[in-house]
């Protein structure tokens, strides 16, 4: 295993996962980066009354990367376990007509700063929540036709789910040679759903140990955290995402755990959580968690 921390800087960004891309740092495996982020905006937002239209919107949801991992190959797991998040010191929220779940009853874009203030942050009207930092874009290259970073999928993406978090290990499937990983899209806070289209963003910096695994049979995307497991899905719509999670994660239970498909669904129907991730991307991403002493209690290992 690798000691040196290797540091990818903001300006090496892509707008798109995919094999085609060169890599912007290469790796050993067991390596740990430090890879600085944009927040989804690029940083064009520098003013609450800024119009949407001085936007590029062709530079919207970067992805610092891509990282070559030496040595991961396509059938491979790639973990990328989540030791440290550092946020600047401001986020950014927006909607507007024709964005997120209230887009058509909004009548004007809305631009508002979010201060940070120690453990938390501090919504607009004063209100204020926990600073819950996760990472919203995080993935490695798809198998061929490049995926934009806003869309999420197998490969990870935009998957917005607030279990990707510190402390959290993201199992992601690899499709091309070195893996190819990214990440960005930081939100200092997320409600699940995300549901007026952006969690409080936000700049900063992930610590990230990149591992490969061989040889292991489970679901990809799935996040392993210290109570639970989350196998995530996304789907044009959250109905097809609740069932695709649903079904991943009940098929691997059954063969894993050498039970039958019956009593695997049986487990999630009285003891799994079937969470939404986002609602207010191309495609939308729903989870199922379960409780690793589910897992343990059928003799189900964790390749993490
Ligand atoms: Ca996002
Ligand atoms: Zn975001």
């Not at 938390?120 to 993935?139: D, E, H, K, N």
């Not at 806003?150 to 992601?172: E, F, S």
């Not at 699940?192 to 963003?201: C, K, L």
Request: with cysteine; hydrophobic share 45%.
């Amino acid at each position: 295993m690798s000691t040196a921390v290797y540091t990818l800087e903001s300006n090496h960004i892509v707008y798109s996962l995919s094999p085609a891309h060169p890599p912007a740092l290469a790796v050993p495996d067991g390596a740990t980066v430090r890879v600085e982020t944009c927040d989804c905006f690029e940083n064009q937002i520098q003013r609450e009354d800024q119009d949407f239209g001085t936007l590029d919107w062709n530079r919207i949801n970067p992805a610092t990367g891509p990282i070559y991992v030496e040595g991961a190959m396509p059938g491979d797991l790639l973990a990328v376990h989540i030791l440290d998040i550092e946020l600047a010191k401001r986020g950014i929220m927006t909607t507007g007509p024709g964005l997120g779940v209230l887009g058509a009853h909004l009548a004007q874009n809305a631009i508002r700063f979010v201060e940070i203030d120690h453990d938390q942050v501090v919504l607009p009207g004063g209100v204020r929540t926990a600073l819950r930092p996760m990472i919203g874009v995080i993935g490695v290259a798809p198998a061929s036709a490049p995926v934009p970073c806003g869309t999420p999928g197998d490969h990870g993406g935009n998957m917005d789910c607030t279990r990707i978090t510190t402390g959290a290990v993201l199992l992601l499937p690899v499709s091309a040679p070195g893996a190819l990983f990214a990440l960005g899209d930081l939100h200092a806070a997320m409600g699940d759903g995300e549901v007026g289209v952006s969690g409080v963003e936000i700049a900063g910096r992930v610590t990230v140990r990149l591992q490969t695994v061989r040889g292991a049979d489970c679901p990809a995307p799935m996040v392993v955290s210290a109570r639970d497991v989350s196998i995530i899905a996304s789907a044009p719509t959250l109905d097809e995402a609740a069932e695709a999670a649903t079904t991943r994660a009940a098929t691997w239970i059954a063969k894993a755990g050498h039970v039958s498909l019956a009593d695997a669904c049986m487990l999630l129907s009285a003891a799994g959580r079937l969470r939404i991730c986002q609602v207010v991307d191309p495609l939308k991403t729903a989870r199922m968690e379960v409780d690793r002493d589910l897992l343990r209690q059928l003799g189900i290992q964790l390749p993490v």
